[in-house]
């Protein structure tokens, strides 16, 4: 149903159990669940492009936030989870690009998608570092920053 309307207030919740122990890094979550939320209840495509182009700036964003922490600490696991966010960077990326080119069925797995990726990373991955990280390292920036950021050390 082809609808423009403000959808139900959201399907998700974010479960307090996948706390990592760091507000920012917890909001950073949150605004993932967030983001699924609204590409699966709208159905108008203003709103679903700018929620699948955000998703992109965030994961890059919040990634980066994170990793940087994790260098901070000297986080032993840092390389095994880069290389796990690099893997869902490039679906999330790939997903954004098929839907900007048209192929408007691209979203329809995809907030499945993220949020069967965030559960299983959080819990396999994410809270393993929750006794590493502490507030002094964290880069408390908005998302935004760090994702072009992160795209500058990427451009390099």
Same mark, same amino acid.
């Given at each position: 149903?082809?609808?423009?309307?403000?959808?139900?207030?959201?399907?998700?919740?974010? !479960?307090?159990?996948?706390?990592?122990?760091?507000?920012?890094?917890?909001?950073?979550?949150?605004?993932?669940?967030?983001?699924?939320?609204?590409?699966?209840?709208?159905? &108008?495509?203003?709103?679903? #492009?700018?929620?699948?182009?955000?998703?992109?700036?965030?994961?890059?964003?919040?990634?980066?936030?994170?990793?940087? #922490?994790?260098?901070?600490?000297?986080?032993?696991?840092?390389?095994?989870?880069?290389?796990?966010?690099?893997?869902?960077?490039?679906?999330?990326?790939?997903?954004?690009?098929?839907?900007?080119? /048209?192929?408007?069925? #691209?979203?329809?797995?995809? !907030?499945?998608?993220?949020? &069967?990726?965030?559960? &299983?990373?959080?819990?396999?991955? &994410?809270?393993?570092?929750?006794?590493?990280?502490?507030? /002094?390292?964290?880069?408390?920036? !908005?998302?935004?920053?760090?994702?072009?950021?992160?795209?500058?050390?990427?451009?390099?």
């Amino acid at each position: 149903m082809e609808n423009d309307e403000c959808p139900s207030a959201g399907l998700l919740i974010w !479960p307090e159990e996948l706390s990592v122990g760091n507000s920012v890094l917890d909001d950073d979550h949150k605004a993932f669940i967030d983001l699924a939320n609204l590409i699966m209840e709208w159905r &108008d495509d203003g709103v679903i #492009a700018s929620a699948v182009s955000m998703l992109e700036e965030y994961v890059q964003g919040h990634f980066f936030r994170e990793e940087k #922490a994790m260098r901070a600490v000297g986080y032993r696991r840092l390389a095994e989870h880069q290389l796990k966010h690099e893997r869902f960077k490039a679906r999330i990326k790939a997903i954004t690009q098929m839907y900007q080119d /048209g192929m408007k069925s #691209a979203v329809e797995g995809l !907030p499945k998608l993220v949020l &069967d990726w965030f559960a &299983d990373h959080v819990l396999k991955d &994410d809270l393993q570092y929750k006794n590493w990280i502490n507030d /002094g390292v964290v880069d408390g920036r !908005p998302l935004a920053f760090l994702a072009l950021e992160a795209d500058a050390k990427q451009s390099s």
